[in-house]
């Protein structure tokens, strides 16, 4: 192999579109952090700022195949899951992830867009509990993904840690809960729980529109920085504040939930 002068990393998501999420914002992310991003498809979502309108899912075995072509020819650093929908595409994914010995895989459980439609089948929840979280390096829920999978119902802060430590007994070490919905308060607290402890991190909440894909992205950025050799609790951080100078810079794009901007560096 070349002694390559860019962290290589991988998404294995669903196509928006829209570009505002999805595969479309982790290879954004990706370069826009200064890593190589490689991509999987597993769906194709017809998608702008306002609604999702069809959903097809790929083959399992182009998926696959997708999968061992990167493997086969790049050194990856770090790999983030994102839309992944049937409980057959998590599982082709945790047998891939398993055969490949993946050490630093992200799973974003994403299962529902900004606009409200579903981006996950029920039957893929267990799926996600039994065979793709226990392999994870990490995870980063919102709070109604953290809900669903830790069938906590979460209402405080203190909901929101117990849920972690429940989900952590799938095997998971770390866990990165997005406060992003939890609407009531001033700020935006994410909680990165890590080896057993918890650690805060918050900015002042952010009234845009624009917040089609930042679950992605959020999550994109944190496998980049662990690419680029961050440690986790850098890793986090430097992601939520990608994120919110993403969401800050006004892109003013499409009529509904607007895309971040991915590259606002070059428009400072
Ligand atoms: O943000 C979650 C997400 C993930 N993947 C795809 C999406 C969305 C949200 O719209 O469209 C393809």
């Known amino acids: ?11 294995i998501a669903g196509s928006d579109s829209g570009a505002g999420a999805g595969i479309q914002a982790d290879l954004k992310t990706f370069s826009s952090l200064g890593t190589y991003g490689t991509t999987v498809i597993t769906v194709v979502t017809s998608q702008n700022t306002l609604k999702v309108s069809d959903v097809q ?34 599982s082709v994914v945790a047998k891939k992830a398993k055969e490949y010995k993946w050490n630093k ?5 994403v299962m529902v867009a900004s606009s409200g439609d579903s981006l996950l089948k029920l039957e893929a929840i267990n799926e996600y509990k039994n065979n793709l979280i226990p392999i994870s390096f990490a995870i980063t829920p919102n709070i109604p993904e953290l809900a669903t999978l830790s069938g906590d119902s979460i209402i405080s802060k203190n909901d929101i840690k117990n849920a972690c430590v429940d989900i952590s007994k799938l095997g998971v070490k770390n866990i990165i809960a997005k406060g992003g919905h939890n609407k009531s308060e001033r700020e ?24 089609h894909g930042t679950g992605c992205t959020f999550a994109a950025a944190f496998t980049a920085n662990i690419a680029l050799g961050k440690d986790i609790k850098k890793s986090f951080v430097d992601a939520k504040e990608y994120v919110w100078q993403a969401m800050s810079n006004d ?6 939930n607007g895309p971040v901007d991915h590259f606002y560096q070059l428009r400072k």
Request: aromatic share 8%; glycine share 4%; hydrophobic share 45%.
């Open 1 to 11: 192999m070349k002694n390559s002068k860019i962290p290589v990393v991988l998404t």
């Open 57 to 90: 899912p790929l083959e399992l075995s182009i998926i696959s195949s997708q999968i061992d072509s990167i493997v086969e020819d790049f050194d990856l650093k770090a790999i983030k899951t994102g839309m992944l929908f049937t409980p057959e595409i998590v």
């Open 188 to 211: 935006a607290t994410d909680i990165l729980f890590i080896n057993g402890t918890f650690f805060e991190y918050s900015l002042p909440r952010l009234k845009s529109s624009n917040n």
């Open 105 to 109: 895989l992200i799973v974003d459980p």
């Open 251 to 256: 892109l003013l794009l499409g009529n509904g």
